[in-house]
């Protein structure tokens, strides 16, 4: 493709889970012209802030460019030797599960199979989770609950074709800001469109909404088993579509019909103004995400979405169902390969003997867990008490981003033995590091990534790689060869892994699983270079690229469940000492913790600092003045912020964004002050309804 008469080269953007095509010129200096791909179906020649950004933020300024062994230059070969070495004698020494990965939604595909490949089938344990398990594990429980399979049903397309689109849980116009101009489009072009917005906090998506919700946190189940119960005593439930898919219809309704609506902390009014919009609507698409995600009841908001959709049969039909946004770029390539401490590659089951024994004989693996590993927060706390001893984190910042940060970067920095791959030594994680190891970046890898939609992606190198920096997938290959696994992992390149994992996903599919692509499993070098976006199943072959509109889950029985669930409040609760709910999101020009984003200026123009948005009201009871600096603190943690007074907050509840970290203030590694309760079922965090206390400085 040629851009402004130069070459570009089409890959993703490695920021949402939108993933948006992007075209890339070098610009000779470092850098990289970035336009919008015309041609890529999820964003059809749009771009946000962030991907437009993209060009500045390739520089080399803070690069680690050579291995180092605690904080020294070293040779790859010295790394890898001891890295190889320490793994295998903590394995010898006490077993496959004293050793752990923590990977992440920001690596590609190859680089997460090769992963999971060497801890699920060669060391012999499960314990490698993947921040992800902070971003979008409710929904795959949810999903796996209802459907048999961790299956998204629709397409980005459902948003344009609905006639209402619900977005609960979602800042759409700062995490999502692509689907957002979507829909604005889609609003302009038909204005009988309605959205409703249902979040705590007003926010930029609330701008769009016909109606905006300000639900309690946690409200989420409440307030859809209101509807469930309004969808039966309207007659709107599809009762043929119900005969022929779905179970458990009858303990679901008993369950919403017994919970109280008024726990959404909406009023009567409110309420019944959603019910009777939903229930009136027969094209409607809800959009959840971290809202609903991050949460201890988090499995049960999504299973209490698809509920509604379930009992009407408005799921798989243009303009129809539920839709989880993910927040990461391969967050859905992490679920299709078996990211998750508890799945295995191609949406095979874990806890399934017959597809652990597929994988085993595929792999011809020398051992395989019998069961699930360890999730995120439940890894480090493994790693707290001295359970495992032998620790690589790949590709992510959990000193920074994972609940009760300052545990974890504790927690990390007495392991015994720790690695750290990324770009640069400057995380919280890597200073933490017995040993760093160069990993390339998103302009200097290829694979494939996997988005919201289930469209898979090219992502192409434009620069060579820096330095002695390798690709995630290389060093995972060199370490696995050194602990005697040569031959299973002697791949030279990105195309001959991603080969490996489409004849895999045929197992999966002869298993009679959702997720087979292997069709591409004997595509040349070339073809892969020039792979086009596509969503999976291969475009056309089933109901237009969407699942269920005639049924066909992936229960034994081929049908959905209902599930009955029930409303549970948050679990910490506000007391005296710590009376203020926090909220924690995302801004819109930044990105996790802005180790890429912090390198362009105009990023950094729209939000320059940690703040924390508090009520008039409270700001005022508490002494507070606007840009002053309120100390914040937890049972977990403390940190200082810089106030912003806002009516976009309820009374009591406070929010802060997550990105920064730092010593002086104003600084916000707002996750060392979440507590870390987690979803039973997910294991997700409940990164949202964490109580702090808040004075003046
Ligand atoms: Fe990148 Fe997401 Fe923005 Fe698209 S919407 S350009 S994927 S950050």
């Avoid at 699942?547 to 034994?556: K, P, V």
Wanted: one cysteine or more; proline letters at 5%; hydrophobic letters at 40%.
């Amino acid at each position: 493709l040629q851009v402004e008469g130069r070459l570009a080269t089409c890959t993703t953007c490695p920021y949402c889970g939108v993933g948006c095509g992007v075209n890339a010129v070098p610009d000779g200096m470092g850098g990289l012209t970035i336009t919008a791909d015309k041609t890529h179906p999820a964003n059809a020649g749009r771009l946000c802030s962030k991907g437009t950004a993209l060009g500045e933020t390739t520089g080399l300024e803070d690069r680690l460019l050579t291995p180092r062994i605690h904080g020294r230059e070293a040779n790859w070969s010295d790394a890898l030797d001891l890295v190889a070495a320490k793994f295998r004698e903590t394995i010898e020494k006490h077993g496959p599960d004293s050793v752990a990965f923590y990977v992440s939604g920001q690596l590609l595909t190859e680089d997460y199979y090769v992963a999971n490949k060497l801890m699920k089938g060669f060391i012999g344990s499960a314990n490698i989770d993947t921040n992800s398990r902070l971003c979008m594990a409710s929904s795959v429980a949810g999903h796996r609950r209802a459907f048999g399979t961790d299956t998204v049903p629709g397409l980005y397309e459902d948003l344009e074709q609905a006639d209402l689109v619900v977005l609960t849980g979602s800042n759409l116009a700062w995490c999502h800001p692509v689907l957002f101009q979507r829909l604005v489009a889609a609003k302009k072009a038909n204005p009988a469109l309605k959205v409703v917005n249902i979040d705590p906090r007003r926010t930029a998506t609330s701008e769009l909404a016909d109606l905006h919700l300000a639900i309690a946190p946690g409200g989420d189940v409440a307030l859809f088993n209101a509807l469930l119960a309004h969808l039966a005593d309207t007659g709107r439930l599809e009762r043929a579509y119900i005969a022929a898919h779905v179970n458990g219809l009858d303990e679901a309704l008993a369950a919403a019909r017994a919970d109280d609506p008024a726990a959404s902390g909406l009023s009567e009014e409110e309420i019944a103004t959603f019910l009777t919009l939903w229930a009136s609507t027969e094209r409607v698409v809800t959009v959840y995400s971290q809202g609903v995600n991050q949460s201890s009841s988090g499995t049960d908001k999504v299973n209490a979405i698809l509920n509604c959709h379930l009992a009407t049969g408005r799921i798989g039909r243009p303009g129809t169902g539920p839709f989880s946004v993910t927040g990461q770029p391969n967050a859905m390539g992490g679920r299709e390969v078996g990211g998750l401490a508890n799945m295995l590659a191609c949406h095979l089951d874990i806890e399934n003997a017959e597809h652990r024994a597929a994988v085993k004989e595929f792999w011809d693996a020398p051992a395989m867990p019998e069961g699930p590993g360890l999730k995120a927060v439940d890894l480090f706390r493994a790693v707290e008490e001295g359970r495992i001893k032998a620790l690589w984190i790949i590709c992510t910042n959990p000193a920074v981003s994972m609940p009760e940060a300052d545990r974890v970067a504790t927690a990390i920095k007495d392991c015994e033995f720790t690695v750290v791959s990324d770009l640069t030594a400057e995380t919280d994680t890597a200073r933490l590091a017995d040993v760093l190891l160069p990993a390339t970046g998103w302009a200097e890898k290829d694979g494939t990534v996997t988005n919201s939609e289930r469209c898979i992606s090219r992502q192409r190198a434009i620069l060579p790689a820096p330095g002695a920096a390798r690709h995630d997938w290389r060093i995972i290959c060199d370490v696995a060869e050194r602990m005697g696994f040569g031959a299973a992992f002697d791949f030279t390149s990105p195309a001959e892994i991603f080969r490996e994992y489409a004849a895999l996903s045929g197992v999966a599919g002869r298993l009679g699983l959702d997720f087979d692509i292997s069709d591409l499993s004997d595509l040349s070098d070339r073809d892969y270079d020039a792979l086009e976006p596509f969503h999976w199943p291969r475009a056309g072959t089933r109901q237009g690229g969407r699942f269920f509109a005639e049924g066909g889950f992936y229960h034994a029985d081929g049908k959905a469940r209902l599930l009955a669930v029930t409303h549970r409040a948050p679990a910490s609760v506000p007391c005296a000492e710590y009376p203020f709910r926090l909220n924690t999101g995302r801004v819109r020009d930044h990105w996790h913790t802005m180790t890429r984003t912090a390198k362009s200026p105009r990023l950094s123009q729209h939000i320059a600092e940690p703040y924390l948005e508090i009520h008039p009201a409270d700001a005022a009871d508490l002494g507070l003045a606007p840009a002053s600096i309120a100390e914040v603190t937890s049972r977990q943690g403390r940190v200082l912020l810089r106030v912003l007074i806002s009516e976009r907050v309820q009374r009591g509840q406070v929010f802060a964004p997550m990105h920064w970290t730092g010593e002086t203030a104003p600084c916000g590694r707002v996750d060392a002050l979440v507590a870390a309760n987690t979803d039973p079922l997910s294991g997700q965090p409940e990164s949202k309804a964490s109580t702090v206390a808040i004075r003046p400085m």
